[in-house]
C-alpha cells in the first residue's frame, strides 16, 4: 500500500531534549516536504527537499534540521525544542515535481508534539 | 508576496444543501491550484487540483473549483452537502519556478441534519 509513514505519532518531551521524528515514503516520490499545523493557521511548510541531498528552507524553518540522505526518508530534527515547537506535524511527498511547481501531495497521518 | 486567504474560517450548511467554500491568491506567477480535505484525526486528502488546463475542475465527491483568473479566487462549490462532507477545507499553491506550498488557514465546514 502506498503510504507515508510518520513515527512517534505523540510525543511529549521537555525543552532542551533533542528528538526526531521520522519519515518514511514508499512511493518513489522525489519531492517531500514538512509542515507544522496550528489553530487559525493552517499548514507552515518547514523544510522541503527537492531530491536526495537537496534541500531548502519553507517558511518557518527556525529551530529545525532535515536531511535527504536516501530517497524514501526525510526525518525532522528538533535540536533543542521549546514550548512554541508543540504542534501538530505532517510530513508530505509528491510524486511529481514539473515546471509549475509540485504535484499531488502525499500525507502522513500526522505527529502531535508537547515540549513542556 | 504570495499568499492564499480563505474568506471564511467556519462553514455551516444543511444536509441536501449547496457548499461554497471560497479561496483567493495573490501571485506574480502562474500558480497550480489545490484544495485539500481534513477529516478529524486524520492527514489531508487531494480533492481536485486545477494546473493550467480546464478553468472548471471536477474532483471526488462530487466536488468543483473554478479558476478564475481575473478575480485570483479558486472557489470550491458542492451541489448537495452531505453529512460526510463535515472536515475542515483548505486552499493550496504551488507556484512556478519554485516548490513552495502556501496554505490557506483552513476553513471548517459543519453540516446540520
Known amino acids: 500500500e502506498a503510504q507515508v509513514t510518520q513515527n512517534p505519532r505523540y510525543l511529549i518531551t521537555v525543552t532542551g531534549k533533542k528528538l526526531t521524528v521520522t519519515c518514511s515514503q514508499n512511493?518513489?516520490?522525489?519531492?517531500m516536504s514538512w509542515y507544522r499545523q496550528d489553530p487559525g493557521l493552517g499548514l507552515r511548510q518547514i523544510y522541503y527537499s527537492m531530491n536526495v541531498e537537496v534541500t531548502d528552507k519553507g517558511d518557518v524553518p527556525e529551530g529545525y534540521k532535515v536531511s535527504r540522505k536516501e530517497k524514501r526518508n526525510f526525518p525532522l530534527i528538533l535540536e533543542s525544542p521549546s514550548p512554541n515547537q508543540t504542534s501538530l506535524y505532517f510530513c508530505a511527498s509528491s510524486h511529481q515535481l514539473t515546471s509549475i511547481g509540485t504535484g499531488e501531495l502525499f500525507f502522513g497521518e500526522g505527529s502531535r508534539l508537547t515540549v513542556l | 508576496a504570495q499568499s492564499v486567504t480563505q474568506l471564511d474560517s467556519h462553514v455551516s450548511v444543511s444536509e441536501g444543501t449547496p457548499v461554497l467554500l471560497r479561496c483567493n491568491y495573490s501571485s506574480s506567477y502562474s500558480p497550480s491550484l489545490f484544495w485539500y480535505v481534513q477529516h478529524p484525526n486524520k492527514g489531508l486528502q487531494l480533492l481536485l487540483k486545477y494546473t493550467s488546463a480546464a478553468t472548471l475542475v471536477k474532483g471526488i465527491n462530487g466536488f468543483e473549483a473554478e479558476f478564475k483568473k481575473s478575480e485570483t479566487s479558486f472557489h470550491l462549490t458542492k451541489p448537495s452537502a452531505h453529512m460526510s462532507d463535515a472536515a475542515e477545507y483548505f486552499c493550496?499553491?504551488?507556484?512556478?519556478?519554485?516548490?513552495?506550498?502556501?496554505f490557506g488557514a483552513g476553513t471548517r465546514l459543519f453540516v446540520k441534519a
Open positions: 493550496v499553491v504551488s507556484y512556478t519556478g519554485g516548490f513552495k506550498t502556501i
Open positions: 512511493m518513489n516520490h522525489e519531492y
